[in-house]
Each structure stands twice: as structure tokens, then as C-alpha cells.
């Protein structure tokens, strides 16, 4: 059983591209969450979604960020015109059922540098 | 408001002595969740403990081991006879019940360094 796959690992883009992060959960589980970690920082919630549904987006930048959880497909987190503030690693995590009772597990995270 | 503190920054040990590693939490839900994970420098999160908030009895496994006290919202994370493997950064992470959606609100992290 595959664990949860992001790709790509490494992404660099330029300042006013748009960068796309793949996230696949392990297989069976329909909930994922992404997260944010900055330079020298602890990591920050970002979304959560099920499938076709984002349910707690609060951490989400209110501009050029946005996340989607197909019914088929991986989960997309998306940045249009990225700054190079928006360079971090992103992970994503994902779980069988609401979260509380159980364990995330966590990919190996997506590192974003914007130049 | 829900917060995660770890107040070490960085750590540096030398091989084979113990380190405690502190996690002091906030949260208003009676019933919330509280994790460890490690990032060793390849940069993955490796998942170590989960603990309800009513199981208050410490934890042991091989050399970690887990010390949760209610009356001081701590949840500590020692290792003992540390090698240089354990060298990494350690996240301590609370999870609240009540949000129903089980995201981790995470602690700045601690970095361990272990000498040989």
C-alpha cells in the first residue's frame, strides 16, 4: 500500500508563474490536508477536503491560493502568480476518516522555491 | 485559542546522553489529541505517538518515551541513550475534537542535534 505521493518534490518557479502541487492519498483514505511550512517554521494548516468538497479552507491565503479534491484524482493545491514569499515546502496529509481519532499520514512534501 | 509552544529552539547533546524535548499546549476542548512527529533532515515527517486527552499514562517505546500532564498541559518527549540518528526536528501538534475536521495545529519544532 503506497503511502501518500506528492509531486512533484522540487519546484522552482519564476515570480509571476503559476505553480500546481499534486498530492494522491493512500489509497482508501478520502480526506487530505495541506499544510504550509515556511523557512525556520513550524508547519501551518492550510485546507482540508473530501472529496469534491473543501470544508475548512481557514488557513488558505485569501488571494491566489486554491485547492480542489477531485472525485477522480489527485488533490490540487494551486498558486497563480507566485511571490517569493510563497516559497516553502508543502505537505499533504491525508486520513480514512475524520481526522480526530486518527493518525494523518504525510507525504514527503512538495519544496517550492519561486526566483 | 488553541496553541502549541516548544520553547527549545535547538538542542545539541552528545551521543548517548538523554534529552527531553518540552511541548506545553492551549486548547478550551475537553477532548483533543496530541502528536509528535520527527523531520529528519531529508525532509519527510515521520509519524511517532498520538495521545487522547484522556490517557493521561505515559508512554514507552524502546528509547522514546512520552510524559502527558493535564495539570501542566505538557506532553514531553524523551529520549534516552540518544544516537546520532535521532539528530532531526521534532514537532509537537494538538488536535481539537470539537473542530470535527482534524487539523493539526503544529509547535514552532525543536532541533535536536546529536554528537557523536
Known amino acids: 500500500n503506497a503511502g501518500v505521493m506528492q509531486n512533484p518534490r522540487h519546484l522552482v518557479r519564476r515570480r509571476g508563474q503559476e505553480a500546481r502541487l499534486r498530492c494522491s492519498p493512500m489509497?482508501?483514505?478520502?480526506?487530505v490536508y495541506w499544510y504550509r511550512q515556511l523557512p525556520e517554521e513550524g508547519l501551518k494548516f492550510m485546507v482540508y477536503l473530501q472529496k469534491e468538497n473543501i470544508i475548512d479552507e481557514s488557513g488558505m491565503p485569501k488571494e491566489r491560493f486554491s485547492a480542489e479534491f477531485p472525485k477522480e484524482g489527485p488533490s490540487i493545491l494551486r498558486i497563480q502568480q507566485v511571490v517569493r514569499g510563497d516559497s516553502a515546502a508543502y505537505f499533504c496529509a491525508s486520513s480514512p476518516l475524520t481526522g480526530r481519532n486518527t493518525e494523518a499520514f504525510f507525504g514527503q512534501g512538495t519544496r517550492l522555491t519561486v526566483v | 485559542a488553541q496553541k502549541v509552544t516548544q520553547a527549545q529552539t535547538e538542542i545539541s547533546v552528545v551521543e548517548k546522553e538523554d534529552v527531553t524535548l518540552d511541548c506545553v499546549y492551549e486548547?478550551?476542548?475537553?477532548?483533543?489529541?496530541l502528536f509528535w512527529y520527527k523531520q529528519p533532515p531529508s525532509g519527510e515527517l515521520v509519524f511517532l505517538i498520538r495521545r487522547n486527552s484522556f490517557d493521561e499514562q505515559n508512554e514507552i517505546s524502546g528509547r522514546y518515551s512520552w510524559n502527558f500532564q493535564k495539570s501542566t498541559s505538557s506532553f514531553n518527549f524523551t529520549i534516552t541513550a540518544s544516537q546520532v540518528v535521532d539528530s532531526a526536528v521534532y514537532f509537537c501538534?494538538?488536535?481539537?475534537?470539537?473542530?470535527?475536521?482534524?487539523?493539526?495545529?503544529f509547535g514552532q519544532g525543536t532541533t535536536l542535534q546529536v554528537k557523536p
Open positions: 486548547t478550551r476542548d475537553t477532548t483533543y489529541y
Open positions: 501538534a494538538l488536535s481539537e475534537a470539537r473542530s470535527n475536521t482534524g487539523k493539526l495545529i
Open positions: 489509497k482508501g483514505h478520502s480526506h
